[in-house]
Structure formats: structure tokens, C-alpha cells
């Protein structure tokens, strides 16, 4: 230990251990206030009083946050089940191959939706669905469903790829070399091994959408409310502890998700 | 011969088939929802206002290009100069700017402290920074507005400690937007550094203590310029999401404080004014794009210098 104090440290920059954790810290204080407050006795945002579980009671509730909650949920799972199949399909098709024409753009429209302001996206969505809206009179969920899948289809697309890029060939032909046809060989070979960039993408995907708030806000009809763009409306009025408990029950499953993929990523 | 050219051929087709076939479904939902209304939105912006909203279809007019810069005076029906969508621009730059000059600051030292961790504590310094990054943009924002609302902490010690008498007001104020900012976008800053710096060849380093360097010297000759891909691909990702930002300055900023999203997003509410907010649309997503051919242009004229 002594000595350990005393060697020249190569890779030491005065300073930057106190700012990294400095860093650290001002990542997690505002939302572990955030969270603290939830938990106020007193409607106050600013002053504690005391421990309590009533805003959660009260959200619980809540009609509208748990009808929002509920379609929030809806709402990710579609989107990320479908933005992961088509992901996946993607990944197949355009990783192991030769380069060829055609396959930068399709790389660069899968990313595409990553490059632009969201507020654009948003923008340009309400223009067409209004079209549409008009034109068929049809304002079902259809254009919330579509929007989230678009937008997931990047992040589902990036571990699944990274894990097929991994995956070495040999099995495959093997499997090929015993005249199981391509269909088998992917349910029964390539499949199981790819299945963790798999979960991976639909984890991201469903965050990505449980998360968004400026599409869905310009995308959504009347009812279609999320517990993002629920949560955006009440700025303007008084804000109690309630808006923190709904927050906190979104942040949680983000969090344990995160943690999740992080988990499956390291014991690859 | 020709033959099995001709077989290997049908092959290629038939398996190439195969390839659009698996990509069809994700392409197409992108260019619906995504590439086609950008080029909807390229068409509005050259049509004429419509009365109430949307457009006058088939009416070409380019009032919503000229209309970013110049309007006409609703009393002697003059052009003036556009000053209040110029500020905005100008603000929405600024702040972009600053915030990403603020999270290199601090997103840097943070990057390079946790690569030069052991390996098993570094995937856990590297988690703590993917959390938040991960984390609802909305709840982390209403975290800061929480923290500087008049009743909030902040507020609360200062007065405690007897430094004001009454709740300073930091809410909607320029300053306001930029902690957002910086707040939200400086994982985006780190992980990109992070992953240059893991790749370090830190035997460098070694090479220039050896030869009498001091930390500093170590620090801007050789831990800089390598890592400088890293450093450039944390600009661009904080930059872009900084400058087209909505959610922010909407909470932070309140009403007077906007950046070019909320702008944009006015002139399909209240402003009624669709295709200016087109127009301004591609004016954000051309700065956006700018942005993004030189951080290209950046990162492979890196690649060409070390002989790839």
C-alpha cells in the first residue's frame, strides 16, 4: 500500500478523479430528489415533511395516469416486438455478405431516424397523418404504432448486429453440410446463439419508446395519452408529488431493463 | 464454363432476393414514417399558407423560405428583418454550442478517469453512465426544474445558508436551458471519448514520461490527439440533439426562452403558419446535416493520417 503511494502514476491527470466523480454525482442527485420527493408527507416540492406512500396511493388512482401507464406499456410492446423482428430481418440480410450496391443505403436509411431532430420527425409525421387523418378518417392507435416502430428500429438494428457480427460461420455451413434446409438452420443454429442481441434490441427498443415524448405529443389523437406526454402537460400547472410518484414508476423499469441489457452484454 | 457462371449468377439473384426480401419489412416502415414525410415537408414549405393551418395545396408560394428571415409589417405592410426568428436561431446556436464546449469539459476528464480504471471496476463507472443516458429525457429534465424552481433545493439552501432573502428566480432564464443541456447530453460526450480511450496505447505515454514530458505536456501531445476521433464523435452527438432540442428549453425556458424545436413547433399551433415551420424544419435539419459532414469528414481524414 505504501509503495503503491509512493510509484509514479502514468495514466493520473491532477483533478480528474474529483471531476469524474463529481460527475457521477450530478448525473444521480436530481433524479434521487426526484424520487425523494414522491415520497413527501406534504405537497411540497422544495421542503421535506416527513415519509410517506400517499402520492403513489394517490397516482394509483389516478385514472388518467394508470390509463396512460397502461398505453404507455401497450404502446412499447407493439412497437418494440415489431421493431425487432423487422430488425433482426435486417441485421440477416445486410451483415455477413459482401459489400454491395445498395447496401449503404439501407444502412443509411435503418439509421436514418437516429440522424434527424426528433422535433422534425415529429413535425413531418403531423403533416402526413393529418393528410391521412382527413383523407380516411381513420385515428386509431395505427399512427402511434407505426411512428414507434420506425424510431425503434435503429436501436433494436445496433446489438443485433454487433452479435451477428461475432458469431463466427462455422456452425451454419456445418449445418448446411448435413442438408438442413436454411429455414432449420436458422431456427436450430443461428437463432439460440443470436438470441441475446436479440433481447438486447427488444430491450432498447421498448425504453425508446416507453421514453418518447416529443412524437408521440404531435402524433397522438384524443385518448391516446402516454405517461411521457401525460407528464408534460401537467408543467403548466401546479405540480404536486403525484408527478414525481408517476415519474419514479416510469424510471424504474427503464432502469432495471438498462442494467439488464449491461448484464447480457458482459457475459457475452 | 458459362454454365457455372450462369448458375452462380441465378445464385447471387436468387439469394440477393432473398436479402430484400428480409430487409423490405424495416426499410419501408423508415421511409413511411420517416423519410417520406421529410420530403412531404420539403413540398409544404413552397406552398401558401393556408387560412386556418396546413396549406393551400397546388399553390406554390415561397413565403415560407422568405418568412425565416423577412416579414411583413401588419401596418404599412413593409418587409422587415425576421429579428424574433433570428434571435431564436441565434440562442439555439449559442447554447448548443456552449453546452457542447461544457460537456467536453466535463465529459473528458470523466471518460478518462474511468478508462484508466482497473478493468472489472470500469463496466460498472461505464453502467453508472449509461443509467442516466437511458433514463426518460422528460423525468431528468423535470429533475432540474425541480432542483431550481423557486420552492426547489436550491432555492431552499441558498436561503438557509442567509445568502438570499427570497427565491432567486434561475427558472426560465437562458441559464436554465443550458444546465438542461448539459445535464441530459453528457453521457452522449462520454461514452464516445470513453471508447477512444479504451483503445489508447498507453506505452505512449510511458514513452513521453521517459523523455521528460510533464503530466500537461502528456496530456495535449500525445492523450489529446489520440483520442481526438473520440472527441470530435462527442461534439457531434451532443451538438445535434442540443441544437434541435424541444423538450428542454420547453420546460426550462418556459415561453420566452425558446430554441428553434419550440419555434418550429409554433408555427403548427398557435402560429398557424405551416409552411414557415417547414421551411424552418430544413434550416434545423440542414445545420444538423453540416454538422454531421464534418464530423465525417473529421474522422476520416483521421483514419487516412495513421495509414488505416
Not at chain 1, 434446409?181 to 443461428?190: M, R
Not at chain 2, 457455372?4 to 440477393?16: D, K
Not at chain 2, 393556408?50 to 401588419?74: C, I, K, M, Q, Y
Not at chain 2, 404599412?76 to 460537456?103: E, G, Y
Request: proline share 5%; charged share 10%.
Amino acid at each position: 500500500m505504501a509503495a503503491s503511494q509512493h510509484a509514479f502514476d502514468l495514466k493520473a491527470q491532477p483533478g480528474f478523479s474529483i471531476i469524474a466523480r463529481l460527475a457521477i454525482v450530478a448525473l444521480y442527485l436530481p433524479i434521487l430528489i426526484l424520487v425523494v420527493f414522491a415520497f413527501n408527507a406534504t405537497s411540497s416540492l422544495g421542503v421535506w415533511g416527513g415519509f410517506s406512500f400517499d402520492w403513489f396511493v394517490k397516482a394509483w388512482h389516478n385514472d388518467l395516469i394508470i390509463n396512460a401507464a397502461l398505453f404507455s406499456l401497450f404502446l412499447a410492446t407493439v412497437a418494440g416486438v415489431l421493431a425487432t423482428v423487422m430488425a433482426t430481418m435486417a441485421a440477416i440480410a445486410m451483415t455477413r455478405t459482401d459489400a454491395y450496391r445498395g447496401q449503404l443505403v439501407s444502412y443509411a436509411l435503418i439509421n436514418q431516424p437516429l440522424i434527424v431532430p426528433e422535433i422534425v420527425t415529429a413535425i413531418s409525421l403531423l403533416i402526413v397523418f393529418a393528410a391521412v387523418k382527413s383523407a380516411t378518417g381513420y385515428s386509431g392507435t395505427g399512427y402511434l404504432v407505426l411512428a414507434h416502430t420506425a424510431f425503434c428500429i435503429p436501436f433494436a438494428y445496433l446489438p443485433i448486429r454487433a452479435r451477428l457480427e461475432g458469431m463466427d460461420l462455422t456452425l451454419e455451413t456445418a449445418a448446411a453440410d448435413l442438408y438442413a434446409d436454411p429455414w432449420k438452420a436458422f431456427l436450430h443454429v443461428t437463432l439460440p446463439r443470436l438470441a441475446p442481441g436479440i433481447v438486447a434490441g427488444f430491450m432498447l427498443a421498448f425504453v425508446i419508446s416507453l421514453d418518447d415524448v416529443v412524437i408521440t405529443d404531435l402524433v397522438k389523437s384524443g385518448g391516446q395519452e402516454t405517461l411521457p406526454t401525460y407528464m408534460l402537460g401537467q408543467i403548466r400547472r401546479d405540480m404536486t408529488p403525484e408527478v414525481n410518484a408517476a415519474a419514479t414508476m416510469l424510471l424504474v423499469p427503464s432502469i432495471l431493463l438498462v442494467t439488464a441489457v449491461h448484464l447480457i452484454n458482459r457475459k457475452k | 464454363m458459362s454454365s457455372i457462371a450462369e448458375m452462380a449468377a441465378t445464385r447471387r439473384t436468387a439469394e440477393g432476393r432473398r436479402r430484400w426480401l428480409l430487409k423490405a419489412p424495416a426499410l419501408a416502415t423508415i421511409v413511411i414514417a420517416s423519410v417520406g414525410p421529410l420530403a412531404v415537408m420539403l413540398v409544404y414549405s413552397v406552398m401558401a399558407k393556408g387560412a386556418f393551418g396546413g396549406v393551400a395545396l397546388g399553390h406554390f408560394s415561397l413565403d415560407g423560405w422568405t418568412n425565416v428571415f423577412v416579414e411583413r409589417d401588419p401596418f404599412d405592410d413593409t418587409l422587415v428583418l425576421a429579428d424574433a426568428n433570428l434571435i431564436i436561431f441565434w440562442r439555439s446556436i449559442k447554447l448548443a454550442l456552449v453546452a457542447t464546449l461544457a460537456t467536453l469539459l466535463i465529459g473528458f476528464p470523466t471518460a478518462y478517469y474511468i478508462a484508466t480504471r482497473p478493468e472489472q471496476v470500469r463496466s460498472q463507472w461505464m453502467l453508472l453512465i449509461t443509467i442516466p443516458f437511458w433514463t426518460n429525457l422528460l423525468i431528468r429534465t423535470f429533475a432540474i426544474m425541480g432542483l431550481l424552481s423557486n420552492q426547489g433545493p436550491v432555492n431552499n439552501i441558498l436561503i438557509w445558508a442567509g445568502l438570499i432573502d427570497k427565491p432567486m428566480q434561475m427558472l426560465f432564464t437562458d441559464g436554465a436551458v443550458l444546465l438542461g443541456l448539459v445535464y441530459v447530453y453528457l453521457p452522449l460526450m462520454v461514452l464516445p471519448i470513453y471508447a477512444s480511450l479504451e483503445r489508447m496505447d498507453f506505452n505512449l505515454v510511458e514513452a513521453g514520461y521517459d523523455l521528460y514530458a510533464t503530466r500537461s505536456k502528456v496530456l495535449w501531445h500525445i492523450v489529446i490527439p489520440s483520442c481526438k476521433p473520440g472527441l470530435i464523435a462527442g461534439s457531434i452527438l451532443v451538438f445535434i440533439p442540443a441544437i434541435g432540442a424541444y423538450v428542454t428549453p420547453r420546460v426550462l425556458g418556459g415561453g420566452k426562452n425558446m430554441m428553434m424545436g419550440n419555434l418550429i413547433e409554433l408555427q403548427f399551433g398557435q402560429g398557424r403558419n405551416w409552411p414557415l415551420g417547414a421551411a424552418l424544419s430544413i434550416c434545423l435539419l440542414v445545420i444538423v446535416t453540416v454538422a454531421l459532414i464534418i464530423y465525417i469528414r473529421g474522422s476520416s481524414g483521421k483514419e487516412n493520417a495513421h495509414g488505416g
